[in-house]
C-alpha cells in the first residue's frame, strides 16, 4: 500500500503525465514502436545489428555445412547437433532483422561483404573433432559480441538489449553443448 502511494506522490512520479504520453504518441507516428523515449544512437544500433545478422548468417551457412559433411562413428548424433544449433542460429537471423526493420533500418542480407561484415568467421574444417572446435570459436566470438552489445545498449534501448540477452543466452548454450561434444569425443 505505501508503495503505491509513493508513486502517485508529485515528488517521485515514477510514470508520465497521461496526458503528456498521449501528445508524445501523436507526434512522429511514422516512426512506428521507435518513440522519443528512444535513448540510443538508432544509426549505431543499426549497424550493430547487421554485424549482428552476417554473424548469425556465416554461422548458419557453416552448421549447414558441417551438418552435411559430418562422417564417421559418431556423425549421426553430433550432425543433428549442427542441424540444430543451425536452426535456432536462423531464429536468431530473424529476431534481429525484425529488430533492424522496427528501428526503420535495413538488413543487410546481400551475401557481398558477408564475411566482412560477420564477427564470426566461416571454417570448414576438415575432421568431426575440427568442425566442433570452429563452431565452438565462433560462439564463444558470439558471446562475446553480443556481451559487448548489451553492455554498449544499457538502458538506452532495452528492448534490443533483452533481445540480445536472449539470443547470448543461447550462444552460451550452443558452446557448452559443443564443449561437452568434444569431452565426449575425447573419451
Request: glycine share 6%; net charge negative.
Amino acid at each position: 500500500m505505501a508503495k503505491a502511494k509513493a508513486e502517485s506522490t508529485p515528488q517521485h512520479p515514477f510514470l508520465t503525465d497521461i496526458k503528456t504520453l498521449r501528445a508524445r504518441a501523436r507526434k512522429h507516428i511514422e516512426n512506428g514502436a521507435v518513440t522519443d523515449g528512444y535513448r540510443a544512437d538508432r544509426t549505431t544500433v543499426v549497424k550493430l545489428l547487421n554485424e549482428a545478422l552476417a554473424t548469425e548468417l556465416v554461422c548458419i551457412l557453416r552448421y549447414k555445412r558441417h551438418f552435411f559433411m559430418a562422417s564417421g562413428i559418431n556423425a549421426d548424433a553430433v550432425a543433428q547437433e549442427f542441424l540444430q544449433h543451425a536452426t535456432e542460429e536462423q531464429g536468431h537471423a530473424d529476431l534481429i532483422a525484425a529488430r533492424i526493420v522496427q528501428l526503420k533500418g535495413e538488413p543487410n542480407f546481400d551475401p557481398e561483404g558477408l564475411a566482412m561484415r560477420s564477427h564470426a568467421e566461416y571454417v570448414e574444417g576438415d575432421s568431426l573433432v575440427d568442425m566442433i572446435k570452429e563452431d565452438l570459436v565462433a560462439e564463444r566470438i558470439a558471446i562475446e559480441s553480443y556481451g559487448e552489445m548489451i553492455r554498449y545498449l544499457g538502458d538506452k534501448d532495452v528492448t534490443t538489449r533483452r533481445m540480445l540477452e536472449d539470443i547470448l543466452a543461447m550462444e552460451e548454450e550452443h558452446a557448452d553443448d559443443l564443449s561437452s561434444l568434444l569431452e565426449d569425443l575425447g573419451r
